[in-house]
């Protein structure tokens, strides 16, 4: 079974800070790991994904995160945040034969002028 | 990429009535999910809807209360059956295709119960 846990449910940042959104997997197999965008009352896009290339990898709209085997994590950054970044953000974890997403509790970003 | 799209976007229905959202991807799937967010929550998986056979559901979700069909590799319903306020959520279709290990969302079906 899969489970990430998204630390921080609100996070508040200044326009042009980095955005850092901690994510935190648990797989009992090689994890697929992804990081979604929901803008309000839209559905959900994908930023980024890992399935088992690089460790670093690199999304739309500048986000990029970091796959950590070591400290089973998946944090998600932006160098430097814009007014248009301010959405929920999820983290998900799928195995690699099922494909079922198991989601995080979500990370709501605002983004202060 | 599969673009996806889902009818009705939104609905408002009585108690003890049933909604049947329908999905439909523009290309052939492999697989398509079914989840819900109720409000202010994140995505749980409600089932696999599987081409041809019987869905494949989730702890806490049945056949009687959301029966899924999916005829074909582009099409799925989810029905929301005997509804109550507590089935008042976003409903939203996904799709893998043949060639990524990446899924697309629909932009959900957004189902209030009164």
């Known amino acids: 079974a899969q489970s990430v846990t998204q630390l921080g449910s609100h996070v508040s940042v200044s326009e042009g800070a980095l955005v850092l959104l901690r994510c935190n997997y648990s797989?009992?197999?090689?994890?697929?790991l992804f990081w979604y965008v929901q803008y309000p009352n839209q559905g959900l896009q994908l930023l980024l994904k890992?399935?088992?290339?690089?460790?670093l990898v690199k999304g739309i709209n500048g986000f990029e995160a970091e796959f950590k085997k070591s400290e089973t994590s998946f944090h998600l950054t932006k160098p430097s945040a814009h007014m248009s970044d301010a959405a929920e953000y999820f983290c998900?974890?799928?195995?690699?034969?099922?494909?079922?997403?198991?989601f995080g509790a979500g990370t709501t970003v605002t983004v202060r002028a | 990429s599969a673009v996806i799209s889902q009818k009705p976007s939104r609905d408002i229905c009585q108690r003890g009535t049933s909604l049947t959202i329908q999905c439909q991807v523009d290309?052939?799937?492999?697989?398509m999910f079914w989840y819900r967010q109720q409000p202010g929550q994140s995505l749980t998986l409600i089932a696999t809807?599987?081409?041809?056979?019987?869905?494949?559901?989730e702890s806490g979700f049945v056949i009687d209360k959301f029966p899924i069909s999916r005829p074909n590799l582009t099409f799925s319903t989810l029905t929301v059956s005997n509804m109550s306020p507590e089935d008042s959520s976003i409903y939203l279709c996904?799709?893998?295709?043949?060639?990524?290990?990446?899924?697309?969302f629909g932009p959900g079906t957004r189902l209030t119960v009164l």
């Open positions: 996904s799709a893998k295709d043949f060639s990524s290990n990446e899924q697309f």
């Open positions: 797989s009992s197999v090689p994890p697929y």
């Open positions: 890992y399935t088992s290339a690089a460790t």
């Open positions: 998900a974890v799928s195995g690699s034969n099922d494909y079922k997403l198991s």
């Open positions: 290309s052939q799937v492999t697989m």
């Open positions: 809807a599987n081409q041809g056979s019987e869905a494949t559901y």
